[in-house]
């Protein structure tokens, strides 16, 4: 973390307007980490609000707090207010100002001091503090390091902890995924002291679909499961006319990119899917295979080595086509 502590106390001292922001289609760790922090800025008497660029998943909304977020698509005049008031704003879980569209333009045009809390690679140089770690397994860990250091553990009660075990798990795949420490695991477990129960915000997490998701994943799965001949990856491509099919909502296809590591030898798995007038994508990788930079290279995305998103405005065949001849690039 490049920012000294002591630095960053004097700041808060004598901060009083504050607004956090995070990225387009929030998931869980964007949510969680952000909420975790408005929960403990709110207990030590700050005026705290948080802005998001656009609705996130349902499964999302039995978090503390979700009914006082601000969304910046239905509620622009409410949110621009805000901004224009904040003395201080906090962007979490991204590290790019393309990663909130048309938020985005408004936070570089705003005087307001930054803080950037996050864990993906390569950051812009746009906040005025950093607590950046590629290292971290989530950026719900740096905020609750940031707590620590901030010598707030003791305000950490059951609704941040929640908040913070739900990004810790869903960015970590359940704790399976390479970016899980022993570090990780002694955060969980002052958490836990808090009383949380793990079980019912799994539940709570991944237990509240609909039973037309299974559907879609079914779907997914017998038909439209592609394996790359002569490279270690398979993918998906799903039409906006399919996923309608399936009556698809924000975060459906949540953790269907990793399905195709269930089958021996595959090294990288990808999902495309056609929505919002433009192709959402997701990779991932095991090993040292880059998917980061071969995201940021291609497709106007980036985030971890073994995991990153990007977008393309080209038709969903044309981007299947452009990943299949850039694929040898990475390995």
Same mark, same amino acid.
């Given at each position: 973390?490049?920012?000294?502590?002591?630095?960053?106390?004097?700041? +808060? &001292? =004598? %901060? @009083? $307007?504050i /607004?956090?922001?995070?990225?387009? #289609?929030?998931?869980?760790?964007?949510?969680?980490?952000?909420?975790?922090?408005?929960?403990? +800025? &709110? =207990? %030590? @008497? $700050?005026? /705290?609000?948080?802005?998001?660029? #656009?609705?996130?998943?349902?499964?999302?909304?039995?978090?503390?707090?979700?009914?006082?977020?601000?969304?910046?698509?239905?509620?622009?005049?409410?949110?621009?207010?805000?901004?224009?008031?904040?003395?201080?704003?906090?962007?979490?879980?991204?590290?790019?100002?393309?990663?909130?569209?048309?938020?985005?333009?408004?936070?570089?045009?705003?005087?307001?001091?930054?803080?950037?809390?996050?864990?993906?690679?390569?950051?812009?140089?746009?906040?005025?503090?950093?607590?950046?770690?590629?290292?971290?397994?989530?950026?719900?860990?740096?905020?609750?390091?940031?707590?620590?250091?901030l010598?707030?553990?003791?305000?950490?009660?059951?609704?941040?902890?929640?908040?913070?075990?739900?990004?810790?798990?869903?960015?970590?795949?359940?704790?399976?995924?390479?970016?899980?420490?022993?570090?990780?695991?002694?955060?969980?477990?002052?958490?836990?002291?808090?009383?949380?129960?793990?079980?019912?915000?799994?539940?709570?997490?991944?237990?509240?679909?609909?039973?037309?998701?299974?559907?879609?994943?079914?779907?997914?799965?017998?038909?439209?499961?592609?394996?790359?001949?002569?490279?270690?990856?398979?993918?998906f491509c799903l039409?906006?006319?399919?996923?309608?099919?399936?009556?698809?909502?924000?975060?459906?296809?949540?953790?269907?990119?990793?399905?195709?590591?269930?089958?021996?030898?595959?090294?990288?798995?990808?999902?495309f899917?056609?929505?919002?007038?433009?192709?959402?994508?997701?990779?991932?990788?095991?090993?040292?295979?880059?998917?980061?930079?071969?995201?940021?290279?291609?497709?106007?995305?980036?985030?971890?080595?073994?995991?990153?998103?990007?977008?393309?405005?080209?038709?969903?065949?044309?981007?299947?086509?452009?990943?299949?001849?850039?694929?040898?690039?990475?390995?």
């Amino acid at each position: 973390m490049r920012d000294p502590f002591p630095k960053f106390k004097q700041l +808060l &001292k =004598k %901060t @009083g $307007k504050i /607004v956090i922001v995070t990225h387009w #289609n929030p998931d869980g760790d964007a949510i969680g980490s952000s909420l975790a922090l408005y929960h403990y +800025l &709110k =207990k %030590t @008497g $700050k005026s /705290v609000e948080f802005i998001v660029p #656009n609705s996130f998943p349902e499964f999302l909304n039995w978090m503390p707090g979700t009914g006082k977020i601000v969304n910046f698509e239905t509620q622009e005049n409410k949110a621009l207010k805000l901004l224009a008031k904040a003395e201080l704003i906090f962007t979490l879980d991204f590290n790019a100002f393309k990663r909130l569209e048309k938020l985005g333009e408004v936070l570089a045009s705003t005087p307001a001091k930054k803080v950037l809390i996050d864990h993906h690679r390569q950051p812009e140089n746009y906040a005025d503090y950093f607590f950046h770690d590629i290292h971290a397994s989530s950026t719900c860990e740096l905020v609750y390091e940031l707590i620590v250091g901030l010598k707030g553990k003791d305000l950490i009660d059951k609704k941040i902890a929640a908040c913070l075990y739900t990004g810790l798990m869903t960015d970590t795949g359940s704790f399976k995924f390479s970016s899980v420490n022993t570090k990780t695991h002694q955060i969980l477990a002052e958490l836990l002291k808090t009383g949380i129960q793990p079980q019912a915000i799994h539940s709570a997490v991944y237990d509240n679909y609909s039973a037309h998701r299974l559907r879609l994943f079914g779907y997914a799965l017998s038909e439209k499961l592609r394996l790359v001949k002569d490279y270690p990856v398979a993918y998906f491509c799903l039409k906006a006319e399919e996923l309608k099919r399936f009556e698809f909502q924000k975060g459906d296809t949540e953790g269907l990119v990793n399905y195709p590591f269930m089958i021996k030898g595959i090294e990288v798995c990808a999902l495309f899917s056609e929505s919002e007038g433009m192709i959402k994508i997701s990779f991932r990788s095991k090993g040292k295979v880059d998917v980061n930079t071969f995201a940021r290279t291609y497709f106007n995305g980036g985030g971890h080595l073994n995991a990153a998103g990007g977008k393309s405005k080209e038709s969903l065949e044309a981007t299947e086509q452009k990943f299949l001849d850039t694929l040898n690039t990475l390995f």
